[in-house]
């Protein structure tokens, strides 16, 4: 899995720098390997107070959610995390069932949907609140935002290649300019394949991810039956009427 998740973060950032490179020769090139550099540095904790604020989800305290920070208290403790990420309460009507963790190993959050709330008993709440916790003592967090920022990155860089050829048709008719067609369709290619790495990358943490919360439960039926009952609920009609309907956003937190 971690050679895996090397591999197809380094096809992620040679997307993005080929398409830099494309664009704007070898300055672009590394343009786009500082964007990603800097992407790399920057602390997630701002990224996380903007993603529980827009799912106007609220703290909850020890008090009102005892059974919760117990079972979070046991699970960070297996997963050797120096503290307990917070758990966060999203009201109904935002989004489907569902959980997601935001933050960093040192201070993450994970929101817990009514809608989860209600449909999971506790043995597969355990499960799910395992599998967030796996996510981040392994840093996915991180890395996933890194993939999700390279692959905006690569959209920005074909955009700007689709604006470019614009403002340069007339040159083009008049046969005043020259253009790499093939570059042009690599380019206008890139952001598919940017994405195609990311959803590949996403699916690697996933499944170790649910490996993970197995060994801090020791209860595989329990993630079994947790997953099986959110794949139920979440192909409601809904999802035929309204596709992606439940899916997060931002989209690093899509899986």
């Known amino acids: 899995n971690r050679l895996q998740t090397g591999l197809l973060v380094l096809t992620l950032v040679g997307i993005a720098a080929a398409a830099g490179s494309l664009l704007f020769g070898e300055s672009g090139l590394w343009l786009a390997l500082f964007a990603v550099a800097g992407t790399l540095l920057l602390e997630p904790a701002a990224a996380s107070a ?15 959610a005892p059974e919760i920070w117990a079972m979070l208290r046991e699970l960070s403790a ?19 069932v569902n959980a997601f963790a935001t933050g960093s190993r040192r201070l993450a959050s994970i929101a817990l949907t009514d809608g989860l709330l209600r449909s999971l008993s506790m043995r597969e709440l355990q499960a799910v609140l395992a599998h967030e916790v796996a996510h981040i003592a392994q840093e996915d967090l991180r890395v996933m935002g890194l ?3 390279i692959s905006r990155l690569t959209n920005l860089l074909a955009l700007l290649g689709q604006v ?3 403002i340069s048709m007339p040159a083009l008719l008049v046969g005043a300019a020259e253009i790499n067609w093939i570059g042009l369709l690599l380019l206008a290619a890139s952001p598919q394949l940017a994405l195609l790495a990311q959803l590949g990358l ?4 996933e499944f170790d991810a649910d490996r993970m919360a197995v060994e801090l439960t020791g209860d595989p039926h329990g993630l079994a039956s947790a997953l099986a009952k959110i794949e139920r609920v979440s192909r409601s009609w809904r999802a035929w009427l309204l596709p992606g309907w439940g899916n997060p956003e931002p989209s690093w937190l899509r899986t």
Request: glycine share 4%.
């Open 50 to 64: 903007l993603t529980l604020r827009l799912y106007r989800a609220r703290a909850l305290h020890p008090h009102e």
């Open 78 to 96: 297996r997963a050797g995390l120096s503290a307990t990420p917070v758990p966060h309460y999203v009201p109904s009507g935002i989004v489907n």
């Open 147 to 149: 993939a999700d920022s």
């Open 164 to 166: 470019a050829l614009l």
């Open 202 to 205: 996403s699916r690697v943490r």
